[in-house]
């Protein structure tokens, strides 16, 4: 079974990084390309990033590039992405994706959201 | 940065009957090797996306094939031939041409 497993909701204080992980199975993880994705209460879907798992090449919005850092371990099958100096803002459901061909635009398997709470 | 303008914004469909969802872009999204990059995605209530499309018309796997795609360069169309009701959801179309990635507003489908 084709799957990606986030880590659990995040509560975090505004200026404190978060590290998001999607760990892959059922697939071949090296061959294919993992985005980011954040939905807001408002339903709106926002493109974070991607990265080619099999080159480590990433490709960020240009809104999030200075705070945004997405990884990848071979090892584990899993990415991962920070974002840095949170803001109110930032609160939101963030959902991994995947290509399995590393195509960047055959996103056909998502995880199950993290949600992202920042809050003094 | 690419503009997606989905209509409409809500969308009640009698079950049985067909249900139409148009999506245009601000920019062609059609590369020269002839594809159009343009993808429909579906998330149904308290649940995480589901690609439907992708290039336009190409169902994704596992995707009924009451669902179509069609369209080339900025207008495309989502079309089920007859809704049922696990088809309740906001529906998305998305643009993979170029970064960043951007994505309409979305269309709720309801039942009657």
């Known amino acids: 079974q084709m799957q990606l497993v986030q880590s659990g909701p995040e509560v975090k204080k505004p200026g404190i990084p978060v590290k998001v992980s999607c760990k892959a199975s059922?697939?071949?993880?090296?061959?294919?390309?993992i985005q980011w994705v954040r939905q807001t209460r408002g339903q709106r879907l926002e493109w974070i990033g991607w990265?080619?798992?099999?080159?480590?090449?990433?490709n960020y919005a240009q809104k999030f590039q200075e705070r945004v850092t997405i990884t990848r371990d071979m090892s584990t099958g899993t990415a991962y992405m920070e974002l840095s100096s949170l803001r109110s803002e930032d609160t939101a459901v963030y959902y991994c994706?995947?290509?399995?061909?590393?195509?960047?635009?055959?996103?056909?398997?998502w995880g199950q959201g993290t949600m992202v709470t920042v809050s003094s | 940065d690419i503009v997606m303008t989905q209509s409409p914004l809500s969308l009640p469909v009698t079950p049985g009957e067909p249900a139409s969802i148009s999506c245009k872009s601000s920019?062609?999204?059609?590369?020269?090797?002839?594809?159009?990059?343009l993808g429909w995605i579906r998330q149904r209530p308290g649940q995480s996306p589901q690609f439907l499309i992708y290039?336009?018309?190409n169902r994704a796997s596992g995707v009924p094939d009451r669902f179509s795609g069609s369209g080339s360069g900025t207008d495309f169309t989502l079309k089920i031939s007859r809704v049922e009701a696990e088809d309740v959801g906001i529906y998305y179309c998305?643009?993979?041409?170029?970064?960043?990635?951007?994505f309409g507003q979305g269309t709720k489908l309801e039942i009657k």
């Open positions: 994706a995947a290509d399995r061909w590393g195509l960047v635009h055959v996103f056909d398997i």
């Open positions: 059922g697939f071949t993880f090296s061959n294919s390309a």
């Open positions: 990265i080619i798992v099999g080159s480590g090449n990433t």
């Open positions: 920019q062609s999204l059609l590369q020269s090797n002839g594809y159009s990059y």
């Open positions: 290039l336009g018309s």
């Open positions: 998305m643009q993979a041409l170029q970064a960043p990635l951007t």
